[in-house]
């Protein structure tokens, strides 16, 4: 399964971002931009919220339970969606986040394994751990040690 083509670029700068524990700031951006375009379509607002936990359930230590490369992939993914001139720039009414949506449908294809292993673990998690994995780090906040999962 080939990735878009203008999704490759941001896989670098993904790795980037994990390599300088800039993953909050990230997450931070994506929670604005989700909430400020309350009209996303339903499915991008659903893949954004996964991303999104799994993200910060890795960074706390919660779960660690997935690849790097899947790890880069939704990070390259989130960083595509925070793009305003990807390959069809957000402020096109009604076709700006059709892009996003196509980036965001294919990283949930390509690693649906890894992330149905991860929406299971969810499930699976007392009412404590899903608090944490809802609550955004904040910028500052050191990433985990493995000791809390997987």
């Known amino acids: ?5 203008k999704f490759l670029k941001y896989l670098p700068l993904a790795q980037r971002v994990l390599a300088r524990g800039r993953l909050p700031v ?7 931009k989700r909430s400020a375009k309350g009209g996303l379509i339903k499915g991008l607002r659903e ?6 936990a799994l993200c910060v359930a890795w ?6 339970a ?11 993914g989130l960083l595509y969606f ?24 294919w990283v949930m294809r390509k ?8 929406r299971t673990w969810k499930e699976r998690q007392p009412a404590d751990v899903l608090a944490e994995i ?4 904040t910028p500052g906040e050191p990433m985990a040690d493995d000791v809390g999962g997987a």
């Open 66 to 76: 997935i690849s790097k490369p899947a790890l880069v992939a939704v990070v390259a």
């Open 26 to 32: 990230v997450l931070l951006a994506v929670a604005r």
């Open 82 to 105: 925070l793009s305003p001139l990807d390959a069809i720039p957000d402020w096109i009414p009604g076709l700006g986040f059709v892009d996003d949506l196509a980036v965001l449908a």
């Open 134 to 137: 809802d609550r955004l780090p």
């Open 59 to 64: 960074w706390r230590g919660e779960y660690r």
């Open 1 to 5: 399964m080939k990735a878009p083509w």
């Open 111 to 118: 690693w649906a394994d890894e992330l149905q292993a991860f």
């Open 47 to 52: 893949d954004l919220s996964l991303l999104q």
